[in-house]
């Protein structure tokens, strides 16, 4: 298996533009976590998912922070509008039903915010 | 949640054995310990799991003694290639969100 994919794996923009980043988990996984780390905050959870339903979201910072799983292999994180602030590296992991606590992390979207 | 307590730093030499302890006073009945490391630019990797006595793997050892209100992460014989940031985590099987902390940034000289 690939394992986690995540796209773009860098990302520049300007503040006020939307972003959307992406997510194809493990196949098979059907719990899916979008995180978010920084140097002032580490890692964060943001959301995560349970066969293609959110859970939790409770770690989403605004409104302007938005999920979805439309299918079992795919998830985006929007940010609209972005702010410099958002600036961060954004993770997406996946697991199993039985391995609660064992999550698979993709590479990451290193996000700048102009 | 319970939270944990580690090193925010260690460092060591190459072929050297490290002990990383994480401190959970908290720890609920139903808590596993978790462990993930973290190399730069990349994201954390699952490292070992335990909820009491030893665990070993092809990785690492981890010990936790009875009471489990600590646990020690326990690398041998290191290489540099094992400079990363390690992280202690503590939960519930039963619940889904993993709270990171800060970890411990592991560096080790040749």
């Known amino acids: 298996d690939a394992g986690v994919i995540q796209s773009p794996r860098h990302e520049v923009t300007e503040m006020g533009q939307e972003v959307t980043l992406r997510c194809k988990p493990i196949?098979?996984?059907?719990?899916l976590f979008w995180y978010r780390q920084t140097m002032m905050r580490g890692l964060e959870l943001l959301i995560y998912?349970?066969?293609?339903?959110?859970?939790?979201d409770s770690g989403m910072p605004e409104d302007r922070f938005s999920a979805k799983m439309p299918n079992a292999s795919f998830s985006t994180l929007k940010i609209q509008p972005s702010e410099p602030r958002d600036s961060a590296v954004y993770f997406c992991?996946?697991?199993?039903?039985?391995?609660?606590?064992?999550?698979?992390f993709g590479p990451g979207t290193r996000l700048l915010v102009l | 949640l319970a939270k944990t307590t580690q090193p925010i730093s260690m460092d060591s030499y190459e072929g050297q054995e490290v002990n990383i302890t994480c401190s959970h006073n908290?720890?609920?009945?139903?808590?596993?310990i978790t462990w993930y490391q973290q190399f730069p630019s990349q994201g954390p990797r699952f490292i070992i799991q335990?909820?009491?006595t030893k665990v070993t793997n092809e990785v690492a050892s981890l010990f936790i003694p009875a009471d489990r209100k600590s646990s020690t992460l326990s690398l041998p014989r290191v290489s540099l290639s094992d400079t990363a940031v390690y992280y202690c985590?503590?939960?519930?099987?039963?619940?889904?969100?993993?709270?990171f902390g800060s970890g411990t940034r592991l560096q080790v000289q040749p």
């Open positions: 196949s098979g996984h059907d719990y």
């Open positions: 985590l503590v939960g519930d099987t039963g619940r889904r969100a993993l709270t």
């Open positions: 908290n720890i609920a009945t139903n808590d596993y």
């Open positions: 998912f349970n066969n293609n339903v959110p859970i939790d």
């Open positions: 335990g909820y009491k």
């Open positions: 992991a996946s697991s199993l039903p039985d391995s609660q606590e064992t999550q698979y």
